[in-house]
């Protein structure tokens, strides 16, 4: 499994950005996906999850209204466009996968994380 | 929202000790879906234990999971020189997913 992040970088408040995670080495369509970010010298914050087929999407407080995740199952691909940016918002992102259980031919999604990206730094400031 | 608060802060052990950190949860964690992470400088978190007592692919055994309800523990049998990091304890119960603030083990 390999999940690589880029998008990160320092922009200004009130702007925008698009974070992208390339997955490899499962299939991706079959797992739900995260977000969590970090902000320097903190803790681990869950910004927001996708369903494998996209039906569900999920965000924290902080962040709703404001960001925006999908995926790409044809790319393999995770992004999250994230808009209106504060200063507050400045953290490390992580791409993370998300676990899943299986039974009788059927699977859902446990979002605790079995793998996670190497994380891009956003910088939000003027 | 469930509030996940660790204790303690900072945990100060020498290798070959025996490390015991605590999770406790601001309501009940639903079918105890807890679980832990190790993160060391510069790195992302790798998984330890979920399930509040199950071991990831390749954990050693000295890292246990154990808990209910609202009190979770993770113990480490013997530190290694490796171990010392910070640990977070991560609910998956309910919505929204919460992580407690980080335990900080090191080196005395």
């Known amino acids: 499994v390999q999940l690589l992040e880029s998008g990160g970088g320092l922009v200004q408040p009130g702007e925008s950005l698009r974070l992208s995670c390339a997955a490899s080495g499962f299939t991706f369509s079959s797992y739900a996906m995260s977000w969590v970010r970090q902000a320097p010298g903190r803790g681990l914050e869950w910004v927001s999850s996708i369903s494998g087929s996209s039906t569900g999407t999920y965000y924290a407080d902080s962040v709703k209204g404001r960001f925006t995740i999908s995926r790409d199952n044809s790319k393999n691909t995770l992004y999250l466009q994230m808009n209106s940016l504060r200063a507050e918002d400045t953290a490390v992102y992580y791409c993370?996968?998300?676990?899943?259980?299986?039974?009788?031919?059927?699977?859902?999604?446990?979002?605790?994380?079995?793998?996670w990206g190497q994380g891009t730094l956003v910088t939000v400031s003027s | 929202e469930i509030v996940l608060t660790q204790s303690p802060g900072t945990l100060s052990l020498s290798p070959g000790e025996r490390a015991t950190l605590s999770c406790r949860a601001s309501?009940?964690?639903?079918?105890?879906?807890l679980a832990w992470y190790q993160q060391k400088p510069g790195q992302a978190p790798r998984l330890l234990i979920y399930?509040?007592?199950s071991r990831a692919t390749g954990i050693p055994d000295r890292f246990s999971g154990s808990g209910s309800g609202t009190d979770f523990t993770l113990t480490i049998s013997r530190l290694e020189p490796e171990d010392f990091a910070v640990y977070y304890c991560q609910q998956y119960g309910s919505s929204p997913i919460t992580f407690g603030q980080g335990t900080r083990l090191e080196i005395k």
């Open positions: 309501q009940s964690v639903s079918s105890n879906y």
């Open positions: 993370a996968k998300a676990s899943r259980y299986c039974s009788g031919g059927s699977c859902q999604p446990r979002y605790y994380f079995e793998n």
């Open positions: 399930g509040a007592s």
